[in-house]
C-alpha cells in the first residue's frame, strides 16, 4: 500500500449532488480469462489520453505482472505465496485469504483515494482471476460496500465474446452478471470484450430476441439447452434494462461507448441506487451501535459484580482480621491466666 492514512469517517460520506464531484469507481469483474487485466490497461491509458490520469488499484494478488501502474497494490501488503506456505492453502484459498487480509486495511485504502480524489476523474479496479473470489466473498463485499459508500460506484463485467458465441456461455456470464447485480446492488454495464475477432451483434440479437436465442439453441438437444431456454425467458427484463457495449481490450475499439455506458451508470448510482445504499448504511451503523451498547452493557454489568465482588473480599478480609486480633487477645489472656 502507498502510505498510512487516516481512517475515513464511519458515516456515509457521499450524497447525490456530492456524488457529481466526485470521481467515478470502475470494478472490473468477469470469468477468469476474459480480459480484465487488459481491460483495465486499456481503460487507464483512454482515460489518460481523454481526460486525465485515473486512480488504479490492482486487486489480483496473484497476478505476476501487473501491465498497469497501480497507485495501490494488493501485492505490496499481503505476499501470495508466502499466505500460501504459511496457511498451508492451495491458490484459491490464497487468493481468499490474501483479500481477507487487504480488506481488514481497507478503510486506509478509502482514505488515500479521498485525498487524492481531487486529481482524477476514475478508480478503475482490477480483480482477482477466479470471479467468484472477489464476487462472493465476504472481503469482496466489504471491499466492494467501502467503495459504494464513498464514491459513485459502478461495476463493468467483462464477456469473452468469442466464448459467449456458444450459447450456454452465453447464458451463463449472463446469470453470473445478474447475480453480481445482486450481490452488490449496483449499476452494472456489460463490457462484450475481444470484439476485435468477433463482433457482439449476436449477443445484441439474443438479448433483443429470444426466437433468435432459441434458434441458436436448437442444434443442442441437451438438457441444459431445455434449462437455457427457460432461463432465457426470464431473464428478458434484465436484457431490456441491461446496459452493455462491445470493446476491444487489445486494439481499443468501443472504449467511447464504454465510456458512455459508466457514466450512465454513475447517474443511475446517484438517482437510484444511492438511497439503497444509504438505507443499508443506516442499517448497518443501527446493527454496529446496538452491538457497541450491548458490549458496553455487557462491560458495565461485569464491573459492577467486579466492584461488588471486590466489596465482598474487603469485608471479609476485615473481618478475618478482626478475628485474628480477637484470637491473638484472647490467647495472650491465656497465657495470663495459666501463670
Ligand atoms: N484478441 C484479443 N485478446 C484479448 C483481448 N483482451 C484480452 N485478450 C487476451 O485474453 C487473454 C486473457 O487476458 P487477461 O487480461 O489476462 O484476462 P483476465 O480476465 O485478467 O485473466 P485472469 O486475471 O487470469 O482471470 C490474454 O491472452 C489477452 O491477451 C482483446 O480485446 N482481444
Ligand atoms: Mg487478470
Known amino acids: 500500500m502507498e502510505s498510512k492514512a487516516d481512517t475515513p469517517d464511519a458515516e456515509m460520506t457521499v450524497s447525490a449532488s456530492q456524488s457529481e464531484d466526485k470521481p ?5 469483474m468477469g470469468m477468469a480469462g476474459s480480459g480484465k ?14 481526460e486525465n490520469k485515473s486512480y488504479n488499484i490492482n486487486l489480483d494478488p496473484a497476478v505476476i505482472q501487473s501491465p498497469f501502474p497501480a497507485h495501490i497494490d494488493i501485492r505490496d501488503s499481503v505476499k501470495y505465496k508466502q499466505v500460501m506456505k ?28 479521498e485525498k487524492k480524489q481531487g486529481d482524477f476523474k476514475h478508480i478503475v479496479i482490477d480483480t482477482p482471476g477466479q470471479i467468484e473470489a472477489f464476487s462472493m466473498s465476504a472481503s469482496g463485499q466489504v471491499i466492494t460496500e467501502s467503495l459504494a459508500c464513498s464514491f459513485p460506484t459502478v461495476i463493468v463485467y467483462v464477456i469473452d465474446t468469442v466464448r459467449a458465441e456458444n450459447p450456454n456461455t452465453f447464458l451463463s456470464n449472463m446469470l453470473y452478471a445478474l447475480s453480481i447485480m445482486y ?26 430476441d429470444f426466437e433468435e436465442f432459441e ?13 437455457s431456454r427457460s432461463m432465457s425467458l426470464v431473464l428478458q427484463e434484465f436484457y431490456e434494462n ?4 462491445g470493446v476491444s481490450a487489445m486494439t481499443g475499439i468501443g472504449f467511447d461507448s464504454l465510456l458512455e455506458s459508466v457514466q450512465k451508470g454513475a447517474k443511475e448510482y446517484a438517482e437510484i441506487f444511492l438511497p439503497d445504499i444509504k438505507q443499508r448504511m443506516a442499517i448497518n451503523e443501527a446493527q454496529k451501535k446496538e452491538f457497541e451498547d450491548k458490549n458496553i452493557q455487557e462491560f458495565e454489568s461485569d464491573k459492577k459484580e467486579e466492584e461488588i465482588e471486590a466489596k465482598a473480599k474487603e469485608e471479609s478480609d476485615e473481618l478475618n482480621n478482626n478475628l485474628e486480633s480477637m484470637y491473638k487477645d484472647f490467647d495472650s489472656l491465656l497465657k495470663d491466666v495459666n501463670q
Not at 37 to 50: A, D, G, I, P
Open 215 to 227: 434458434d441458436a439453441l436448437n442444434s443442442d438437444k441437451s438438457y441444459l439447452s431445455t434449462l
Open 242 to 245: 441491461l446496459n452493455s457495449c
Open 24 to 28: 467515478t469507481c470502475i470494478i472490473v
Open 183 to 208: 450481490k452488490t446492488k449496483l449499476p452494472l454495464v456489460c463490457a462484450f470484450n475481444k470484439t476485435d475477432i468477433l463482433s457482439h451483434e449476436f449477443a445484441l440479437t439474443w438479448m433483443k
Open 86 to 113: 504459511k496457511y498451508q492453502l492451495g491458490p484459491n484459498g490464497a487468493i481468499l485469504t490474501s483479500l481477507n487480509l487487504f480488506a481488514t486495511q481497507f478503510d486506509q485504502v478509502i482514505g488515500l483515494i
Open 37 to 50: 487485466t487488459t481491460f483495465v490497461k486499456r481503460l487507464c491509458s483512454y482515460l489518460s489520453e481523454k
